[in-house]
């Protein structure tokens, strides 16, 4: 079965205080993983999408990596705003869910001034 | 803005009752997909439309259908609520099968 594990399920930063989120998974087939911010109340913001093993993305402080078997979102010096719960998602290239976005849970970060 | 539009913001109704959820994708996307999130269980993919045809089903109820209109707007259909339905209902668009999907900000239902 087609799964994804995030963890920590909350982490709390001080300003400046560089991190990583984890995100595990299990695909038939990775056709693409997906990195996605969500607000409260809001819908989840794009991020990055990583396509094969030893790909990197960055987008201001944020740096995401991928392996075989996992993600890493890498937070550099996090300000406030980037207080957010950020999400991973896979996409399967073979399978029942082949095409759609298979999500973890999500971890809430909390940057504190 | 992600461009994909959602109506209403809220709905609240009772028990038993039906409700109709609206998305306008973004312009130029032919697939649609409608995403249900609790607080429990996460973000859980319910069904893909792509230029008017189902695509995919996820772990949608018997009790809630979806279609997908000539103008690609998609409408997502859910009857004989139950308290349990009460959850953020998204839509979500993409150009492609490779291409992210870009989220609504979503529906928000209270079932009493």
């Known amino acids: 079965e087609d799964q994804v594990t995030q963890s920590p399920e909350a982490l709390r930063l001080q300003e400046g205080e560089s991190s990583s989120l984890n995100c595990s998974y299990t695909v038939s087939g990775l056709r693409g993983l997906f990195w996605y911010r969500q607000d409260p109340g809001k819908g989840p913001e794009f991020l990055f999408t990583?396509?094969?093993a030893g790909e990197e993305k960055e987008k201001e402080r944020l740096k995401a990596t991928l392996t075989k078997k996992e993600s890493f979102l890498h937070i550099t010096a996090p300000k406030p705003e980037d207080s957010a719960t950020y999400l991973c998602a896979v996409q399967a290239r073979y399978g029942g869910s082949q095409g759609n976005l298979i999500f973890g849970k999500g971890t809430k970060l909390s940057v504190k001034p | 803005d992600s461009g994909v539009t959602q109506t209403p913001k809220h709905l609240i109704t009772a028990t038993g009752q039906r409700v109709t959820l609206r998305c306008s994708p973004r312009s130029g996307d032919l697939s649609v997909y409608w995403y249900q999130q609790s607080l429990d269980q996460g973000l859980q993919f319910l069904i893909q439309?792509?230029?008017?045809?189902?695509?995919a089903k996820g772990n949608i109820l018997e009790r809630f259908s979806a279609q997908q209109f000539p103008d690609l707007h998609s409408e997502l259909n859910l009857s004989s609520l139950e308290l349990g339905d009460s959850a953020l209902y998204f839509c979500?668009?993409?150009?492609?099968?490779?291409?992210?999907?870009?989220f609504g900000n979503g529906t928000r239902l209270t079932v009493t």
């Open positions: 979500a668009s993409s150009a492609g099968d490779r291409s992210p999907l870009h």
């Open positions: 439309y792509y230029n008017g045809e189902e695509r």
């Open positions: 990583l396509y094969s």
